[in-house]
């Protein structure tokens, strides 16, 4: 794993920084002059998960690029609340164009910055689930395909949130959303639809894929520097709970990712070349129940007759489990 | 930090314009607060030390020793004492303890207390003359705590001791395994250089002389008296005092106690004899108790300790009648309320002595000409706030007076003393303790505070340790000590771990830099409760607005 090892001083690596570490040791954005490259003022809702991820990926994005760093927007949450016209939240130079061209506009930057000779300024794109794994996917997938010099992030909150919560073919099984209502013998999304967009950048065989979560700043730090130190396509996939189209707590946003993990429910990895290289393990296991009742989304999992539909849960972190060795020991 | 400070320059379709012209602070309905909370340790601690923020000073390592023994200090002048005697009630409420095992307060307390003696480090400058003389009776913990602390305020403290040395039950009747004698002469000489002048073999009889001659008086003259119960025995019975046994030790003047020896009683005095006796040559020591492990006086870690090196124990037990080398013993049981009662079943027990360790009473023959002192239950009645006794201007604290017996107890009632008599002799009304609020377990998020186990001292082993007096348990070292301060998480108190100021998904916490914590922007909060719920140590509250 690229994450940093950080000595225990009364906190270890969990925490986003602590008094006692030295300057080297000390996380972005623990620093009192980080970047902020998304800044106060933006529309996100309270506690969202996706407003502190892209803050903690562009910060290290612009230290890594050395302040150079260009980044192209598909449309999305994250577009809206952090543009309302005539304002900004964003510091870096920053671009939206459609909902399904961010890839090809950033693949259309880097290709443009490489004829002027330019391969110092660096080029980053970013959307949803939605402008992703669904309608930007064919210009994600291009990009990739020709390896454009171009690190994509896909804050992955499982459905179209700011229109009203709609399911997207990131939106999980049995999750309750406008489109997939919680009615009938099996309610919420089906089981059997949707896809990995992890396991789909790593079929394409670029440089670099990894996941992460807003529960670990370190390795989602680290993920970042280790994207911007190659060259070619990048794939960065963040899972970040959304309370409004989840349902849950707007402080539990945190919590929600790290439950997410500790479950086994969302596998945070590392691939280079389409090669599984390192998996974080889990380590203080939970059951599948600890992420799925604070989300008002599943709550008919737990009514009667929801058992059948948590076992399930129950088998796919299993299985999450067991093909990434989630708690380790196995080779 | 190569941070971009100017104005975000945007897309071709937008003009300069900046979200921060835009306050979201209006959105909220709960604002974060940062709070200073008690932790459970401090608060259990009887000395009243402020356990985490010595912690917090030893954590930096070499620059904050002083500074931690310092902030200790001025509690308690007896750290290297009470890091090895303490039973630290302080850990038994430590908040690590549900994570994994509690911090090893007492093992760094002890660290610095060692480290202040090796190093010469002398305590605080007292105040300004007063010019009030003040008399301290006793010199055991309750007394040179009271005596370092009004010294300290400025007053002139003279302390008597009847016994040939200062320290009261520190040096006559705590094992010198538990508590080597040079530590504590060490440390009460480092009082005595503040000015506090100890007279020895120097016994107050009466309380009009002593009043006569000083300003207020401060009675600790502790409990050092055998409490006795009748038991038949026989002309050829060895019976003596468990107290007196470990004084005679302590002076240099080790009894004969034969091969067998029985104690009878169940707490820290019963097991400290029975300690003693192996290290005096008694192959069997048994100590007879009439009722449960689970109701023992005696701290559960002396009494594993003294399993450990071969002590035994006969639970539900008392001594009926004792005839030469033959102890009769009856068989009790417990009724419903936990009272033992005899079942009339006896059995025999040989033991060449008997040691006698069933309560210890305070010697008050120096109240006779004080009749308006009045003693409740063997101890001196003294107003709970102030400790001032029957008579004005004479006060009372440590094992003479109501309360726990304990050394670390005394001390904290010693300070207390102290601070009532400052204020009496100002003629001030001394306020009631303020009550604090506790920083409980369940406000902690415990995720971040990496599984960290505690740094056991090493145990003489216990073959080793009945051989002699040698003290039992060694010192951490000093890197082991920063590790193990380490592992307090700070309870209730901002240790400045950056979670606040990093997971704010509005950007709206300031970071104001080293020692001077955080401040949070209203004008953008939108009091979504992250920073509460992600707080390690419980340092925010979240406070409904009112608009």
């Known amino acids: 794993m690229t994450t940093v090892h950080i000595p225990f001083l009364q906190t270890g690596t969990l925490a986003v920084g602590g008094r006692l570490l030295t ?93 002027q000779g330019r391969d110092d300024v660096r080029v980053l794109a970013q959307g949803g689930d939605g402008g992703t794994v669904d309608i930007g996917l064919a210009a994600v997938s291009g990009m990739f395909e020709r390896n454009d010099d171009v690190l994509y992030v896909c804050y992955d909150n499982q459905g179209y949130m700011n229109t009203g919560v709609q399911r997207s073919s990131a939106t999980p099984a049995t999750a309750r959303t406008a489109t997939t209502p919680a009615v ?57 709970p959304c309370p409004l189209g989840w349902g849950s707590a707007s402080s539990a946003s945190i919590a929600l990712a790290r439950a ?52 399930r849960w129950r088998a796919l972190a299993e299985a999450n489990i067991r093909r990434y060795d989630l708690l380790g020991g196995a080779s | 930090m190569s941070g971009h400070d100017s104005p975000p320059t945007v897309g071709v379709s937008t003009g300069p314009a900046t979200s921060l012209a835009y306050h979201t602070g209006t959105w909220r309905t709960e604002r974060p607060v940062y709070v200073d909370l008690a932790p ?33 200090v001025a509690a308690n002048p007896l750290p290297a004492v009470m890091g090895r005697i303490c039973y630290h009630p302080c850990q038994t409420a ?42 301290v009776v006793g010199s055991g913990p309750a007394g040179l705590s009271a005596a370092y602390h009004l010294r300290q305020l400025g007053h002139a403290v003279t302390v008597r001791e009847a016994a040939a040395e200062p320290g009261g039950m520190m040096r006559y009747g705590i094992p010198a395994y538990r508590l080597p004698r040079d530590v504590l002469a060490a440390e009460i000489r480092r009082i005595e250089a503040t000015g506090v002048r100890i007279e020895c073999s120097t016994a107050v009889t009466s309380l009009d002389h002593a009043q006569a001659e000083f300003d207020a008086v401060v009675l ?99 001594i009926s009648a004792v005839d030469g080398p033959r102890v009769t013993i009856e068989r009790m049981e417990l009724d419903a309320d936990g009272r033992p009662h005899g079942t009339g079943e006896y059995e025999e027990l040989d033991a060449d002595t008997v040691l006698l360790a069933v309560g210890q009473d305070a010697d008050l023959s120096l109240l006779s000409d004080a009749p308006d002192v009045t003693v409740v239950d063997g101890v001196v009645r003294v107003d709970p706030v102030s400790l001032m006794t029957g008579r004005d201007g004479v006060f009372a604290a440590g094992d003479v007076s109501p309360g726990s017996r304990t050394a670390t107890y005394a001390i904290g009632r ?34 971040y505070y990496s599984d960290a186990p505690k740094q056991h001292r090493s145990e ?88």
């Open chain 2, 94 to 135: 430590c908040n690590r303890g549900d994570v994994d095992e509690e911090v090893g307060i007492n093992a760094v307390e002890r660290f610095l207390g060692d480290t202040a003696l090796a190093r010469g480090w002398a305590l605080p400058a007292p105040a300004a003359q007063s010019g009030r003389r003040v008399l």
């Open chain 2, 40 to 72: 459970p340790c401090s608060l259990a601690c009887p000395s009243g030390e402020d356990i985490r923020g010595w912690l917090g000073s030893t954590q930096e390592g070499e620059v904050g020793f002083e500074k931690a023994w310092r902030r200790l």
């Open chain 2, 460 to 547: 003489l082993e216990a073959a080793r340790r009945v051989t002699g007096f040698e003290e039992v348990l060694t010192g951490l070292d000093a890197e082991h000590a920063v590790f193990e301060a380490r592992r307090c998480m700070s309870c209730g108190s901002c240790f400045e771990c950056d979670n606040c100021y990093g997971m704010c998904p509005d950007d709206a916490i300031r970071k104001l830099g080293p020692g001077m914590r955080y401040e949070i922007d209203y004008d953008y909060c939108k009091g979504c409760g992250i920073c509460a719920a992600e707080c390690p140590c419980g340092a925010i509250d979240m406070v409904p607005e009112v608009r």
């Open chain 2, 220 to 318: 600790t003259v502790g409990a050092g008296v055998a409490h006795h119960v009748d038991i038949p025995a026989g002309a050829a019975s060895h019976i003596v005092d468990a107290i007196d046994v470990l004084r005679d030790v302590a002076s240099g003047h080790p009894p004969l106690l034969g091969r067998r020896v029985a104690v009878y009683g169940g707490g820290n005095t019963a097991i400290d004899a029975a300690r003693t006796a192996r290290r005096l040559g008694a192959s069997d020591a048994v100590v007879v108790y009439r009722r449960t492990r689970e109701q023992m006086p005696a701290h559960p870690t002396e009494l594993a300790d003294a399993v450990g090196e071969g002590v035994r124990v006969q639970w539900l037990s008392t």
């Open chain 1, 23 to 115: 300057e080297e040791e000390r996380s972005v954005q623990s620093h009192a002059d980080r970047p902020s490259s998304l800044t106060k003022g933006h529309r996100a809702c309270q506690g969202c998960a996706e407003a502190l991820a892209a803050r903690w990926v562009m910060d290290t994005a612009v230290e890594a690029a050395g302040g150079k760093l260009i980044v192209a927007n598909a449309t999305g949450c994250l577009e809206v609340f952090s543009t309302l016209y005539p304002e900004s939240a964003w510091k870096p130079p920053w671009i939206h164009s459609l909902f399904a061209n961010a890839a090809a506009v950033a693949t259309g930057i880097a290709a443009s910055l490489h004829a």
């Open chain 2, 414 to 447: 010693g300070a207390r003393a102290a601070k009532a008599v400052d204020a009496w002799l100002a003629s001030r009304v001394l306020p009631a303790e303020p009550v604090a609020r506790e920083a409980s377990a369940d406000r902690l998020n415990a995720w």
């Open chain 1, 260 to 311: 997410a993990v500790q479950s086994g429910i969302f596998p945070v990895i590392e691939a280079r070349a389409g090669e599984l290289t390192d998996v974080q393990r889990i380590r203080e296991r939970v059951d599948v129940s600890a992420y799925l009742e604070p989300q008002a989304r599943f709550a008919h999992l737990f009514t009667p007759g929801g058992e059948d539909a948590l076992d």
């Open chain 1, 184 to 240: 009938g013998r099996h309610p919420g999304q089906a089981f059997g639809q949707g896809k990995s967009m992890v396991k789909i950048a790593m079929a394409h065989e670029i440089p670099y894929v990894a996941s992460a979560t807003p529960a670990d700043l370190r390795d989602l730090e680290a993920k970042v520097r280790t994207a911007m130190s190659i060259r070619g396509a990048r794939y960065l996939h963040v899972l970040v």
